[in-house]
Nanobody, 121 residues
Framework: QLQLVESGGGLVQPGGSLRLSCAASGFTLGNYAIGWVRQAPGKEREGVSCISVGRTNYADSVKGRFTISRDNANDTAYLQMNSLKPEDTAVYYC????????????????WGQGAQVTVSS
């Protein structure tokens, strides 16, 4: 059974950092495009970042602050989030698609359960 499990969410003050992890089980992460999608209360889902073969994408709202990476040997992906802002508060989902490019949000076939990130003083 294919499964994605996020960890590393929590409460952080503005300007702080968090690192989200996404552990994959039941499939080889290296054969998939991996993304992070977030959803804040009352707002639509937003694609934050994606990593595919030799390429990374970022939403304009997080460029220069967030970094996506993957460890194919351990089937784990990461999202390093620095200089966090209150508007980054959301549930962050790890998503995967068996593609060699980063697809639109609705084409990700696999979703984790989500990790809450709250940025507040």
């Amino acid at each position: 059974q294919l499964q994605l499990v996020e960890s590393g969410g929590g409460l952080v003050q503005p300007g702080g950092s968090l690192r989200l992890s996404c552990a994959a089980s039941g499939f080889t992460l290296g054969n998939y495009a991996i993304g992070w999608v977030r959803q804040a209360p009352g707002k639509e889902r937003e694609g934050v970042s994606c990593i595919s073969v030799g390429r990374t994408n970022y939403a304009d709202s997080v460029k220069g602050r967030f970094t996506i990476s993957r460890d194919n040997a351990n089937d784990t992906a990461y999202l390093q989030m620095n200089s966090l802002k209150p508007e980054d508060t959301a549930v962050y989902y790890c998503v995967a698609a068996r593609l060699f490019y980063c697809p639109p949000i609705n084409e990700y076939a696999y979703w984790g359960q989500g990790a809450q990130v709250t940025v507040s003083s």
